[in-house]
């Protein structure tokens, strides 16, 4: 029986569509969008119709694209490169996150704090992951010069409050970078909305291919590079451009945004039917808020199970699942978000996240082998080692 794949917070299968579309800059259409020759007018043509289709798909403008290597370049280029030229400026060095950023947001903010003398506030989430926006906000100072909060969370799926966050911050002309990785294709980002100056995206997570990333970078908002080089993307991102990457990254942009309106709904209703599954077992809790939540995303507490065990057995059985987050899978330890969120510890936390390829069939079998594992888990004494 083939595998159901429930891992779609780490990555997603690439579509065929993408694929396709991706095939012909890895053969003959090879040419480097820098060069002037026609084969790099080519490639060059297939890069800003990829620009075009990432700006259509989040209503910004074509010239505010920026393509990375990824979400964690995105993200380590807005929270460095705009934290260093706000400073530069006079703005000052204080930035302002939250406890349960994804890594590439908090090293890099810890990065600027050890390395160059920043002092970043970490504000904290309550119990269901999310943060209060008038304690972020109380959080800003004078000398604020970044707010980086992520539309939604990769572990535990909640939802960010940025409209209650952006404009309050732009009333104070602090810039707001959101890392929209785990958001984007799965529920509507509203940028003007958020007053958002800069947002990350990977394109692997929406079916796109692994290796290619956005950062949306307002026009307005200064960022210093960290990578130098060519001066290519504005000047901000040097390096050659991947091509055959970003091709991808715009076809699978512009899918996820037409398939939206749909695809969220059909999402969130295989995910209710999941948590309705797995919160049947008895000592399975929720993890996150249930209506603060992504659309794809069941993360759960199980008492009386050791995690790995339970992820293993879940594999064994056929279901790919995570425990806590795949970016720091085979660390024993449980993650910062489920500290920050004071998820107990003495218990498996499992993550399973749906995605374009999910059926009712595949929820229904997740649903039976978890609760079979579970059951004997605990008879073999849950474990634990
Ligand atoms: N931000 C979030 C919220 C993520 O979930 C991830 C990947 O898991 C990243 C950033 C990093 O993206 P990438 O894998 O493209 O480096």
């Given at each position: 029986m083939a595998t159901v794949y429930l891992d779609h917070?780490?990555?997603?299968?690439?579509?065929?569509?993408?694929?396709?579309?991706?095939?012909?800059?890895?053969?003959?259409?090879?040419?480097?969008?820098?060069?002037?020759?026609?084969?790099?007018?080519?490639?060059?043509?297939a890069v800003e119709a990829a620009r075009e289709q990432v700006a259509g798909a989040l209503?910004?403008?074509?010239?505010?694209?920026?393509?990375?290597?990824g979400g964690t370049e995105a993200d380590n280029q807005a929270v460095k490169g705009i934290a260093w030229a706000a400073r530069e400026a006079g703005r000052g060095g204080h930035l302002v996150t939250t406890a349960i950023e994804h890594h590439a947001v908090i090293e890099s903010a810890e990065w600027l704090a050890g390395h160059a003398g920043f002092e970043v506030t970490v504000v904290p989430v309550g119990a269901d992951g999310v943060v209060d926006a008038?304690?972020?906000?109380?959080?800003?100072?004078?000398?604020?010069?970044?707010?980086?909060?992520?539309?939604?969370?990769?572990?535990?799926?909640?939802?960010?409050?940025?409209?209650?966050?952006?404009?309050?911050?732009?009333?104070?002309?602090v810039p707001l970078h959101t890392d929209a990785v785990q958001a984007f294709g799965r529920?509507?980002?509203?940028?003007?909305?958020?007053?958002a100056g800069a947002l990350a995206l990977s394109a692997h997570k929406f079916n796109g291919p692994k290796g290619v990333g956005v950062l949306v970078l307002r026009r307005d908002l200064a960022a210093t590079p960290v990578l130098h080089g060519g001066g290519q993307?504005?000047?901000v991102r040097s390096g050659t451009l991947n091509t055959a990457g970003i091709?991808?990254?715009?076809?699978?942009?512009?899918?996820?945004?037409?398939?939206?309106?749909?695809?969220?709904?059909?999402?969130?209703?295989?995910?209710?039917?999941?948590?309705?599954?797995?919160?049947?077992?008895?000592?399975?809790?929720?993890?996150?808020?249930?209506?603060?939540r992504l659309p794809h995303n069941a993360h759960v507490a199980v008492a009386g199970c050791d995690g790995e065990a339970l992820l293993c057995a879940l594999d064994a059985g056929g279901v790919a699942a995570s425990t806590g987050s795949a970016c720091q899978s085979g660390a024993a330890s449980p993650s910062h978000v489920l500290t920050a969120v004071g998820a107990p510890q003495?218990?498996?936390?499992?993550?399973?996240?749906?995605?374009?390829?999910?059926?009712?069939?595949?929820?229904?079998?997740?649903?039976?082998?978890?609760t079979d594992s579970v059951n004997r888990l605990r008879d073999a004494g849950g474990g634990f080692v």
């Open positions: 917070a780490a990555t997603t299968p690439p579509d065929p569509a993408v694929l396709a579309a991706m095939r012909p800059y890895q053969e003959d259409r090879f040419g480097n969008p820098s060069s002037l020759h026609a084969a790099g007018r080519a490639a060059r043509a209503g910004c403008d074509p010239l505010e694209v920026l393509f990375t290597s008038e304690r972020l906000l109380a959080a800003v100072r004078d000398d604020t010069a970044l707010v980086s909060v992520m539309a939604a969370n990769n572990e535990i799926g909640t939802l960010q409050p940025l409209a209650d966050i952006g404009p309050a911050l732009a009333d104070r002309g529920v509507p980002l509203d940028l003007d909305g958020w007053g993307e504005r000047g091709v991808g990254c715009g076809r699978a942009a512009a899918l996820a945004a037409a398939r939206l309106p749909d695809e969220a709904p059909r999402l969130a209703a295989l995910r209710d039917r999941l948590l309705d599954g797995l919160l049947a077992v008895d000592g399975v809790t929720l993890n996150g808020s249930r209506r603060r003495d218990r498996a936390h499992i993550r399973l996240t749906c995605g374009r390829t999910t059926t009712p069939a595949d929820i229904d079998r997740a649903v039976d082998v978890f």
